[in-house]
């Protein structure tokens, strides 16, 4: 019997991200090669492997950071493999990095409303900058949404390196995110502060979804529904938590003291 009609847009519209065949090489280098990957519209996924496995590398493809060598991304259902990175930002995609870029000399209030003035500006806009209220509410928002509210006059500068990082999960929900690729926001926390990554994370709204790059298996499997690994720029496995956290492979490599 013939199989049923598909519409494969409305298909794809369903997953936020989908990889075929990406890879990318500097040089010699192949730092990324042939990954396929789907993920769906709000799901949440954690992406793990040792030290220049790749991770990085990938969410730089997916972002327009640094674009794929081969293969093809599409962002709910629609190309973006040659987009620039200003328009991905433009269809919901945000990300975080692994060392920070916040403008010290700020307030924590004024890097939120610059993040949340800066997604919505008309590109040739010849006014000043003025404060309107639409904007700051959405900070306003976004500060308690990150348990930043209590601290929002302090400078950026004074912050504690966790404080930090809580801010760039903040400048990454202004604007209308419905995918963030988080890389690494859990490095050099403290488990308190770990703990609260956590429930920032769990809390937020249910249809954006993220990729989370972590070293820790613990909080990975906490913060996300499915579970990749990557090792040596491709991916080796992937599945839930449990069936990650059960398989003898990545025992051996989380357990074994072959994590490096
Ligand atoms: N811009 C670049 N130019 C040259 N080589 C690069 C560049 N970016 C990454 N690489 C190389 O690609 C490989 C993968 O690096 P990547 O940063 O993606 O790893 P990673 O999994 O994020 O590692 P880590 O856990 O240390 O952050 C490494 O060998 C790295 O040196
Ligand atoms: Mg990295």
Not at 95 to 119: E, P, W
Not at 160 to 189: C, K, N, T, V
Not at 209 to 214: A, K, N, R, V
Not at 228 to 239: P, S
Request: proline fraction near 5%; charge should be neutral; aromatic fraction near 6%.
């Amino acid at each position: 019997m013939a199989e049923p009609a598909r519409n494969p847009l409305s298909e794809s519209g369903a997953n936020a991200l989908e990889l075929f065949g990406v890879g990318r090489s500097f040089g010699a280098l192949t730092a990324l090669a042939d990954i396929h990957m789907t993920v769906r519209a709000g799901e949440r996924r954690a992406v793990l492997g040792s030290n220049g496995a790749g991770k990085t590398t990938l969410f730089n493809t997916i972002t327009g950071d640094f674009p794929p060598s081969t293969g093809e991304i599409r962002f709910f259902g629609e190309d973006v493999t040659r987009f620039p990175a200003q328009e991905r930002i433009r269809r919901g995609l945000r990300r975080t990095y692994q060392i920070s870029l916040l403008f010290g000399g700020l307030s924590v209030r004024d890097n939120v409303y610059l993040a949340c003035r800066g997604v919505s500006r008309s590109r040739f806009s010849l006014v000043r900058p003025k404060w309107d209220d639409a904007t700051m509410e959405q900070a306003e928002r976004i500060l308690r949404a990150v348990k930043l509210d209590d601290i929002a006059d302090t400078l950026v500068g004074n912050l504690s390196h966790g404080q930090q990082r809580q801010l760039e999960i903040a400048l990454a929900l202004a604007g209308a995110p419905r995918f963030i690729l988080f890389d690494e926001p859990a490095a050099g926390l403290s488990p308190t502060e770990r703990r609260d990554l956590v429930a920032i994370l769990s809390s937020l709204p249910a249809h954006i979804g993220y990729i989370i790059i972590e070293h820790d298996l613990d909080v990975a499997l906490r913060v996300s529904e499915r579970v990749t690994m990557m090792h040596n720029g491709r991916i080796f496995k992937e599945g839930t938590p449990q069936e990650i956290e059960n398989d003898p492979q990545v025992q051996e490599i989380y357990l074994g003291g072959g994590h490096g």
